[in-house]
């Protein structure tokens, strides 16, 4: 999300008012050089603005996900972008279940390596999934918004599109929230129902954890990796 940056308005104001940090606006605008001095006029970025749950928004244990979001047709094309590899990536995202984001993306593991440590600890939904596609080899670029992440997979030959009642456990799951879009991996049906695994708006200071959950937003699209 971009802002115009208006007449009295600071860093910190600014910070407070979109849910994120100064040190997380000045990672992603790169032109500025003094976080006292932005100029009115200026577009500023707005870091990971629109991913993950709107505000007061939980993850639904009952209904299932609207289905009609997944076209079921591969989508290739585009030069292959995997890393080395090739590790299970739904085993290592369960590895890091019940950890808070925003301590995960500093730890030493691979995961918290690939993840990148200014995204607000509220929008880490793209930064983890694209750290465990990364730690498992089937992502070679790291992408913090749920479109990127999409428009990458899209780009690569060995990801496709499939359905969710085609899905296979680490399978890459877009939704869209009433505020913006989430994005999450697949961990296979209990009781008939879609379960998945990822970063998610729970802890009561809406920052969030890995947790295992049903869900039921609308689904943009599942991404399959045919390794």
């Known amino acids: 999300m971009n802002v115009q940056i208006k007449s009295g308005d600071t860093l910190s104001g600014l910070a407070q008012k979109y849910g994120t940090s100064v040190n997380a606006l000045v990672a992603a605008n790169k032109q500025i050089k003094n ?5 009115a006029g200026d577009t500023l970025k707005i870091p990971g603005k629109g991913d993950g749950f709107s505000s007061g928004s ?8 609207n289905l009609n979001g997944s076209s079921g047709q ?8 995997i890393g080395v590899g090739g590790g299970d990536a739904f085993k290592i995202a369960m590895s890091e279940l019940g950890k808070n984001a925003g301590s995960l993306k500093l730890e030493s593991s691979a995961v918290g390596r690939a993840m990148e ?3 607000p600890n509220n929008v880490n939904c793209a930064n983890f999934v694209s750290g465990v596609l990364q730690s498992a080899g089937q992502l070679k670029s790291h992408d913090n ?3 990127g992440l999409m428009g990458k997979l899209d780009a690569v030959s060995r990801w496709q599109r499939t359905s969710l009642a085609n899905a296979k456990p680490g399978d890459v799951v877009s939704m869209k929230t009433p505020g913006g879009q989430h994005v999450v991996m697949f961990a296979g049906f209990k009781n008939g129902r879609p379960q998945f695994i990822g970063s998610n708006n729970v802890n009561p200071d809406g920052s969030q954890k890995v947790t295992l959950s049903g869900m039921n937003y609308p689904i ?7 390794g």
Do not use: C
């Not at 976080?35 to 100029?39: A, E, G, H, S, T």
């Not at 939980?58 to 996900?65: D, E, Q, T």
């Not at 591969?74 to 972008?81: L, Y």
């Open 35 to 39: 976080p006292d001095l932005i100029y």
């Open 58 to 65: 939980r993850p639904s244990p009952s209904g299932l996900p």
């Open 74 to 81: 591969p989508v290739n094309g585009g030069p292959d972008g």
């Open 117 to 119: 440590d200014w995204v």
């Open 145 to 147: 918004s749920v479109y």
């Open 220 to 226: 943009m699209a599942v991404h399959h990796f045919r």
